[in-house]
């Protein structure tokens, strides 16, 4: 069968140009390298946020700035892709989010980022934030509770100490007012009855006085009336002298009689003795009567003062406890506020576009347009060129290399011109695109697509063979779009593979067509793009210029 | 009087050895024929000498000037035409010789001058807006040949150029190519078809293993191996 035939000779064909082979194997594996760079170096967490008025530490890639507007400059100009404005509005806590929307893909992932981290993250930490103040609250304000009612009971203790005390001075008023009524007259009497002792103590000592004297003038009658009787007894008849006897008996017993009157005086006169120890008792207990007094008043005045500091005490725990209800007042109304408290959040689109999808995606179609034809219009037509017989014939020639390099690039800058106006009469008749900075867009097609072309051409110049540089050309193509915002967008990429997204020329070409066609900015703004455009084609026209200088060599 | 002098040159890619020690050299007027087995080094030598290719050793003088200083002026005063059309198709006849013309140097003037000449010369006249497309195999060939001396060149290098065409049209060929010839230029030619140089050139070198086995006259030949057709001769040589 001759189907076999030809696939057996075309598998040979294939298989034994190792350039081909390679192309086949190396091209898908390489493009696939870097769709995985790619796609793997996509994270939300790359993406690069500005916040204003909060700190949010879990966001890496977040910058702090100290205004909105630096903020909104800097998501202008591509440096960050969201701006969260953190601030309060009535007392609640309110996020305005500004979203680029420059770029559909751009806004749909950071709308993601914004909501799924940001927003969750604000969430969660501004609930476990109340939970934890609401769990201390309560805490504080079971605490403050205790204290409060610790000192109630201590007021209640200090009302009952002050009323037993209250009590107590009144009954020692009552005391007072019954001692004072016995110690006043008492002590109105003291000098009378220090009178009464001093008299009753002279009548005590006159009378005993005059009763010694008395005793004595009888003692010396009853000796004289015995020595009397002694004597008669002599001198006397009996008769007489029994007369005489009874006489002096009878005076002896009158003297006897006037000794008993005598010691019933002075009986009567130790009465008085009595007397003065009862006055001086007396005296004794006004003196006592008067240090009682002096207690009293004392404690009296004690008592005042115990009132007086139990009062101030009740007084001070009264206006503790006043402070402690405010306080707890405010505690239940902060808890309470914490629970009614909203956080809000408002998404803003950055810029003011219209909602036209093809005005939108006709930067991208642009840029697709001028990358895939300059890259393929130059590869094909060097290839044409180089395996023209008619190529041997010009490099014999004195012209220089320079100039078939120049002449070649031009003529290839001038189908990519003609094809890039033609799209631009398309946009403005039919799409409606603006171009207010017409020379800036010319600037930009003229870098990317003679970069394309220098690159285009190089391949050419290194690859003779048709099939085999038109593949290696289209594999360039596919890895400038993987490299792109269209597979992943450089927002979501790493550093590194953001560098390249960065440098790549197609994706540069689409922003600043994007910048002047959809956003309507002066393009003046992608005054770095340039620079870094300038140099791409300065190196670009270098390596074109070699491979053609190799080109010339291997012929 | 020697227009184009190769003195002992060597070439090698890798290990191979393609050409070693070749010197022999031109004379002004000469048509030169230059023979060899394929893969003798022939096409090297010709790339070495329209300077496509680097030398190892050894050195080229044209008109006495060294080719490693003087490689733009041989380029402009060489022509070089293929056994392939190295024409521009789309183009017209006058188109292609303008096209060439200036990559050499030449003003608008000087080319109207050379190709009013050569389109005489050729037996193009009247050709000259007829895109290259639509003219038959001889038509081609003559245009090929004004094209790669349309600048006036002294020496005119011809890589087998009546291959492929019939008898009478290689004839032809040869009778313009004496007709460039004698206005003054200088050929150098190559072509396995032998009969034909031993019926147009004045010398011929005959190369074999990267040197250049004898580079004589036809009555040198003829002296040294006998009145016999050269392609006898040739085969003598490479034996």
New interface residues.
């Given amino acids: 069968m001759n189907i076999f035939n030809i696939f057996n000779k075309n598998i040979k064909t294939v298989s034994r140009n190792f350039s081909y082979f390679a192309v086949l194997f190396i091209c898908p594996i390489l493009l696939i390298l870097i769709s995985g760079a790619v796609l793997n170096s996509a994270s939300l967490n790359n993406i690069r946020v500005g916040i204003v008025g909060g700190n949010v530490q879990e966001i890496r890639n977040a910058k702090n700035y100290d205004s909105f507007a630096l903020c909104m400059e800097d998501l202008v100009h591509f440096k960050v892709v969201a701006c969260l404005n953190f601030n309060y509005i009535d007392g609640h806590e309110n996020l305005d989010i500004y979203i680029s929307n420059s770029n559909k893909l751009v806004s749909i992932y950071t709308r993601q980022f914004v909501l799924k981290d940001i927003l969750n993250m604000q969430q969660d930490l501004f609930e476990k934030t109340s939970s934890e103040i609401n769990s201390q609250i309560s805490v504080y304000s079971g605490s403050i509770l205790n204290a409060r009612t610790d000192l109630v009971n201590a007021r209640s203790e200090l009302e009952e100490q002050e009323k037993l005390l209250t009590d107590y001075k009144n009954d020692l008023e009552g005391i007072r007012r019954d001692f004072d009524e016995v110690y006043y007259p008492l002590k109105q009497m003291q000098p009378q009855i220090t009178q009464i002792r001093t008299d009753l103590t002279n009548q005590q000592n006159t009378i005993n006085s005059e009763l010694s004297i008395i005793k004595n003038n009888i003692n010396n009658i009853k000796s004289n009336l015995q020595t009397l009787n002694t004597y008669l007894s002599s001198k006397l008849n009996s008769g007489d002298y029994d007369y005489a006897s009874g006489l002096v008996s009878s005076a002896l017993l009158g003297i006897t009689s006037i000794e008993s009157s005598l010691n019933v005086i002075e009986q009567a006169n130790k009465v008085n003795s009595d007397l003065i120890g009862v006055v001086d008792s007396l005296d004794n207990i006004i003196q006592q009567l008067d240090e009682i007094k002096q207690t009293l008043d004392k404690l009296d005045s004690d008592l005042g003062i115990s009132i007086q500091r139990t009062r101030e005490s009740k007084d001070k725990i009264n206006a503790f406890i006043n402070s402690l209800d405010n306080v707890n007042q405010e505690l239940g109304n902060f808890q309470s506020d914490i629970g009614s408290k909203k956080f809000s959040y408002t998404l803003e689109d950055a810029f003011v576009i219209p909602d036209d999808p093809v005005l939108f995606a006709f930067p991208l179609l642009i840029a697709l347009v001028i990358t895939f034809t300059s890259l393929v219009l130059s590869n094909m037509f060097i290839l044409k060129e180089v395996n ?3 190529y ?8 220089k290399d320079m100039e078939f390099l120049i002449s070649d690039y031009l003529v290839n800058l001038f189908f990519v011109g003609i094809q890039a106006s033609v799209l631009f009469l398309v946009g403005i008749y039919w799409v409606g695109v603006s171009l207010n900075e017409i020379w800036m867009f010319v600037l930009a097609i003229f870098f990317v697509a003679s970069i394309f072309i220098f690159i285009g051409m190089s391949f050419a110049y290194l690859i003779r063979n048709q099939s085999l540089s038109m593949l290696i050309t289209l594999f360039s193509v596919m890895i400038l779009i993987v490299l792109s915002d269209i597979l992943a967008p450089s927002i979501l990429a790493g550093e590194v593979v953001k560098f390249f997204i960065d440098s790549n020329p197609f994706v540069v070409l689409q922003r600043i067509l994007s910048d002047g066609i959809v956003l309507n900015r002066p393009l003046g703004d992608s005054y770095f793009a340039f620079v870094r455009m300038g140099i791409l084609f300065i190196m670009t026209f270098f390596i074109a210029y070699v491979c053609k200088k190799i080109s ?2 291997r ?1 | 009087m020697a227009l184009l002098e190769f003195h002992n040159l060597e070439k090698r890619y890798g290990r191979k050895e393609v050409l070693r020690g070749i010197s022999f050299s031109i004379n002004k007027g000469d048509i030169f024929g230059l023979v060899g087995r394929s893969g003798c080094g022939k096409t090297t030598l010709l790339k070495i000498l329209m300077g496509l290719v680097s030398l190892d050793k050894g050195d080229i003088t044209f008109e006495d000037l060294k080719f490693r200083k003087k490689l733009n002026y041989l380029r402009k005063n060489t022509g070089y035409a293929s056994q392939e059309d190295t024409l521009f198709e789309e183009l017209t006849i006058k188109e292609n010789a303008y096209y060439f013309g200036k990559l050499y140097g030449l003003n608008k003037k000087q080319i109207k001058l050379n190709l009013d000449d050569l389109l005489v010369l050729l037996g193009l006249d009247g050709f000259e807006n007829f895109e290259v497309r639509s003219l038959s195999g001889g038509m081609n060939k003559r245009t090929n040949l004004l094209v790669s001396i349309i600048h006036g060149p002294r020496l005119l290098i011809l890589d087998e150029p009546t291959v492929g065409l019939d008898s009478l049209l290689r004839h032809s060929i040869w009778n313009y190519i004496k007709k460039i010839n004698k206005n003054g230029t200088t050929i150098l030619v190559t072509s396995h078809l032998l009969d034909e140089l031993e019926e147009n050139c004045n010398k011929i070198a005959v190369m074999k293993k990267g040197k250049i086995a004898e580079s004589r006259t036809l009555e040198e030949y003829s002296k040294k191996y006998g009145e016999k057709p050269f392609a006898r001769i040739f085969e003598e040589i490479i034996k």
């Fill in positions: 023209h017989p008619s041997d014939r010009e490099i014999l020639t004195p012209a010339k060599e012929r």
